[in-house]
């Protein structure tokens, strides 16, 4: 088969997922001039309305436009729709409370953007970011809450990278429960990774992102190791001739080594999966069920949550969850609580504790983004080392889950931007979480 | 493309949701030796175990047998993981509570199998009939429940054409409404179909099945109409050179006449999915959409439910839904009490009167049910016209819900037998359900 088709193939799947802020050429990215967020309204645009929709309104994997923009705006929040997916569990208890008490004044807060003179609005800064759904919790009370676009509070949305930090929560916990030991080599725990460049590599070092791969993420590039990744992940029929790796399992052992690990941080997407497969040799569950025993089904989450799969029912660690605002607000909540839910211990202390030690500066200052200054990243969670010890959970288009242990407050968003980077979308997000913070701080 | 590739198409989706009793040869189906229900379950078979699952151990549709037996008795409890599916969502509340008062007695009661000589055992016909969950109510209360397999209470199963029965109520239901009319033609609603088989059927011939279609659903036959109906339903990319339907709505556009509407009963599937077609047309929304506003998040239903879906996310209104067991009891029992819910009337009365005022049972003697004398159709129900009143619906492979007014008793059975067929297992089921009835109506 040909590359175009390999490709073609890929992109079926193919969520920008992961980013790297030097091959990502975001300005020239800018220059497109793009529909704005209320003209790009997926509701407004008709996507998949009419029985059936028109073809101009219809949104397919087959055509690997699904995770394009603007299409991308309705597909975040159908997931299941387009692709098999594999459910974690909310149990069949009642969905927990989560007390209100909003604040009106949040959206009249303002705040520097970076590069800019002018300054903008919370409420601007949510059109200007495409965003789906916003929640913010102090002290544990819903303070502000809005939906956008698809997205309503029964539904649930892609959360792309941010699910890393899943990933790394639930290794965080096996190692707080000696179920898994930072210093062991890959190898030890998956044997069939010895010829990968993972062999040699230490569980700590995939946990930190410090591994040196050979993993090319840029789509600009037809060789690009990015797009024989996501074939291979792709849950679809394989097409005539493929011959490359048959699940994400399989794509993982071909990954080779370039440098030494421990030296520097490089944010490839490969290190969760691989997380994944240890986390799942260990203990013998699926993600999807461990995600499920140890959280999903311990905090009254509202909705089940789900994740992409392979085609060997593989949740995709790296990018495939998708959840609902709310539910991913009470895990925030559980993680600024250090694993306290409503007065219960429900995961260790000790795997927070790990997280918030934060990670190795000068590794994460030799990766090339620049405009995340002084950070680091531990646990696969990055750590802005601001004067609130804030952290968060990325990922691309706008996720994130945002933790300022000072300000007691968490916020959780949800988008659909244009742009995959999040270099994109910082700039307009990362201080006007600060402003909150600030202004929920000095609150009497 | 050939013949040969597209049945292999179809048959990666390809349920024997739909079954005709004079087409399918049941008694040299029964010839074939299966594996018992002990030595099929899948647990125990290990169907996807293992990180990742060994090739003598995978399912997945693209080789086409993940609905084979044995791997269906997985597969039914993993649809999700497979295709593409859409939600129905149960909203957001706290489950609703069905009261337990187990009766350990039943397992002891026996029956007649039709055709035998011995009698057997509620308990030992679970095993015979491949049962993979079983819950009786009694006058709203839980009496008995097992679980079987890969079923768990916290899990759902595909019922394949019990789904006609959800599509049924909903046209009743919008009937009632006086937003449907029984007596107007189906190209009135839904004009495409204006040069189709439906073009002068009546509402009311689709909603009992008494359309005159050119539609085999004859398995050993390369060319009957269900393989091109089930490759335009399949949601994975069509293959090279695919010149059929894309999707349900396109392909019933294709059904040619064949006798006269009204006369006689024919059981295809396709009526219920034009059914679903009217019904989104007139509603605006997605059977989904329906089924979780006016049913599921009405219930207090424990489990969202979902539907397969083709590609433009038409839900299978035939045949696609999946459901938990508990919660299929709450919508039996909410049938039962006609259309009443803890004293609340969720679902107009008439809706449900007109279900059972049953069907034209000179109509259904015709279509070639020998063993399922004396039964009728109406609303897209199996109406047994047995002295308690008692209806049913029915999906292949042994899905259930058998609803006896007179006792005051709902059955859900979910099943994964070896034969499509209900022809194979009604011999078990039957006589049972009318011994367990009895045995509750003479309970002191």
Redesign the interface.
Known sequence: MTKAVLIQYAK?VSIAFAFNFTAMNTSAQTAVRYLSAKDSDPIKMGW?QG???SKDK?I???DGTAFQFPQIRWSVVNV????????V?R?????STLPYQLDKFIDKITFMPWGEKELMTWEASLWKNYTDGMLILHKGKIVYERYFGALT??KIHLVMSLTKSFTGTLASILVSEALLDENKLVSEYVPELKQSAFADATLRQVMDMTTALQFSEDYADANAEIWAFSAAGNP???PANYKGAE?Y??YLQTIKKQGQHGEAFGYKTVNADVLG?II??VT?K?ITTLLSEKIWSKLGM???A?YQ?D????PFAGGGLNAGLRDLARFGELVRNKGKWNGQQIIPQQAIIDIEKAGNKEAFAKSGHPQLKGWSYRNMWWMTENNHHAFTARGVYGQTIYIDPTAQMVIVRLASHPIAANSANDAYSLPAYEAVANYLLNKK
Do not use: I
């Not at 085609?311 to 593989?314: E, K, M, P, V």
């Open positions: 079926m998949m029985f059936p929709p219809l397919t994997v087959a299941q729709q387009l692709l098999p997916t594999a459910e569990s149990g069949l208890s009642a969905p509070e029964s679809l029929p394989k699940g399992y399989a497969w799942s040799r013998n699926s509202e909705q089940s789900y799969v085609a060997l029912g593989t």
